[in-house]
T-cell receptor, first 118, second 111 residues
Framework: GAVVSQHPSRVICKSGTSVKIECRSL??????MFWYRQFPKKSLMLMAT?????????EQGVEKDKFLINHASLTLSTLTVTSAHPEDSSFYIC??????????????FGPGTRLTVL | SQKIEQNSEALNIQEGKTATLTCNYT??????LQWYRQDPGRGPVFLLL?????KEKRKERLKVTFDTTLKQSLFHITASQPADSATYLC??????????FGKGTTLSVSS
């Protein structure tokens, strides 16, 4: 149980294009999903917290107009990197927290999306 | 500001020994402390959660301790195996908030 998927797993795009990453909780409902970014040999850095049906809360220094987050249902959140540039190249990981059940304190992570902007 | 330190960036041990990883934190009073395993190019996988009112938790070969006075958690893997080689992340949070992660300790178990 508690499986989170991400799609795509890897994407290469040209500078200036937009990229959408999907995060789905497959076997549970998630009221809250989180988006993290991880650079090589660095820790996961929280970008934003999204609650189903409401606007995402962004961490300091994260541009909300550049990283658009939509949490349209209890099982799906999307992150769109708009007008991507090479410095946006990173490993993007989502996580979800169950709405009910014994593991509401735990976050379950997706497998990550490797974004490379040329 | 909140700070989480995992003292060793890398830890090398021999198969069969017990691996002990340390997590210290400052300027924070977490309700939960969690340990995750991360393999290269993959997302973190949840291992154990311990609450502020718990001193120790076990799961198979894993044991976690939580000392809120010392602001420290120890993570033990007994009878370690080469398959345990990975990066182990310590993470903290309050109820309902996002996890804050340490940088991780990369464990290498040699046969």
């Amino acid at each position: 149980g508690a499986v989170v998927s991400q799609h795509p797993s890897r994407v290469i795009c040209k500078s200036g294009t937009s990229v959408k990453i999907e995060c789905r909780s497959l076997d549970f409902q998630a009221t809250t999903m989180f988006w993290y970014r991880q650079f090589p040999k660095k820790s996961l850095m929280l970008m934003a917290t999204s609650n189903e049906g409401s606007k995402a809360t962004y961490e300091q220094g994260v541009e909300k107009d550049k990283f658009l987050i939509n949490h349209a249902s209890l099982t799906l959140s999307t992150l769109t990197v708009t007008s991507a540039h090479p410095e946006d190249s990173s490993f993007y990981i989502c996580s979800a927290r169950a709405a009910s059940g014994p593991h509401t304190d735990t976050q379950y992570f997706g497998p990550g999306t490797r974004l490379t902007v040329l | 500001s909140q700070k989480i330190e995992q003292n060793s960036e890398a830890l090398n041990i021999q198969e069969g020994k017990t691996a002990t990883l340390t997590c210290n934190y400052t300027n924070y009073s977490p309700a939960y402390l969690q340990w995750y395993r991360q393999d290269p190019g993959r997302g973190p996988v949840f291992l154990l959660l311990i609450r502020e009112n718990e001193k120790e938790k076990r799961k198979e070969r894993l044991k976690v301790t939580f000392d809120t006075t010392l602001k420290q958690s120890l993570f033990h893997i007994t009878a370690s195996q080469p398959a345990d080689s990975a990066t182990y992340l310590c993470a903290l949070n309050q109820a309902g908030t996002a996890l804050i992660f340490g940088k991780g300790t990369t464990l290498s178990v040699s046969s």
